[in-house]
């Protein structure tokens, strides 16, 4: 990947778990990074069930299967950028919250745009 290294993935309680992020999550999520021109910092990649429900996550939560990211939002310029990188990249699940923005592929789950 050109702008990612797999341990920026990784669950805080599972050092080295970013190997069990999706390639072709990682290859789309790498092309809107390309378009939107800025750096992405990730939060939350790859998630343990501990992890998961540490934070209060759904318990379907696209995270444990390595399908999810949410990145880091600063401002509401960033956050028009990085949503508009993701849209034009292909992403069709988004979550967007005060300090991040949730993408998925998660193809068990339908296309949706929503707010935390």
């Known amino acids: 990947m050109k702008y990612f290294t797999l341990d920026e993935f990784d669950s805080p309680d599972h050092k080295g778990s970013g190997v069990n992020m999706d390639s072709n999550f990682l ?6 990074r390309e378009i939107a021109g800025i750096p992405f910092k990730i939060n939350s990649g790859y998630r343990t069930k501990k992890r998961n429900e540490e934070v209060g996550g759904v318990p379907n939560s696209s995270h444990l299967i390595g399908v999810a990211a949410d990145i880091s939002v600063r401002s509401g310029n960033e956050r028009y950028i990085i ?24 193809s068990s789950k339908s296309n949706s745009v929503w707010t935390y």
Not at 27 to 32: D, F, G
């Open 83 to 106: 949503l508009n990188a993701l849209i034009r990249a292909g992403f069709k699940r988004l979550g967007i919250a005060k300090t991040f923005i949730h993408c998925d592929t998660d």
């Open 27 to 32: 290859e789309l999520l790498n092309n809107a």
